[in-house]
């Protein structure tokens, strides 16, 4: 037969130190969750943006035909992509829509503007290289902003290259 003592076990005030202690923790975290999720929101829809331009251009190249990328910057901001195929840069409703996407999705991100040489508008060539409506080569960003002011940019060279910042 076993002999228990008193001491075995944990005493109710000690039960609630450990409680105490890890109720503390848990806000803590709470509290740094909360300031994080803004900036992942804004780097997922500046990562789905670059992504769209990426779509666009590979989809120039593979069709051999120009592909445009027209930015509503009106608040929360969208942006959709179709193959251009008779080359008067807006995206016809005959036209196949390759990409669409809306910042609405992102609660509490907007995109701020959309600057490239044709405005909030960019074509690729069916070499994948940005041209503006003047038939020159292109450049121009992408801004967005979250609530807490952060912003992000998406950047396309003349060379097609695209980043983001």
């Not at 109720?23 to 900036?39: E, F, H, N, R, Y």
Request: glycine residues 8%; neutral net charge; hydrophobic residues 40%.
């Amino acid at each position: 037969m076993n002999n228990r003592s008193l001491s075995d076990g944990f005493t109710m005030i000690e039960i609630l130190v450990a409680l105490a202690i890890l109720a503390i923790l848990a806000s803590l975290a709470a509290v740094g969750l909360g300031t994080m999720t803004p900036k992942l929101r804004l780097n997922a829809a500046t990562n789905d943006v670059r992504s769209a331009l990426e779509t666009a251009k590979l989809t120039a190249v593979k069709r051999n035909a120009s592909c445009l990328v027209v930015f509503n910057t009106a608040t929360p901001g969208s942006y959709k992509a179709c193959v251009d195929t008779d080359n008067d840069d807006t995206c016809d409703a005959s036209e196949e829509v390759v990409v669409q996407g809306s910042f609405a999705e992102y609660t509490g991100v907007s995109l701020q503007s959309a600057s490239f040489s044709s405005g909030a508008k960019i074509s690729f060539n069916s070499r994948g290289l940005p041209v503006s409506s003047s038939g020159g080569f292109a450049s121009g960003s992408v801004n967005s902003t979250n609530t807490l002011g952060d912003s992000r940019q998406v950047i396309l060279s003349r060379t097609g290259r695209i980043r983001i910042q």
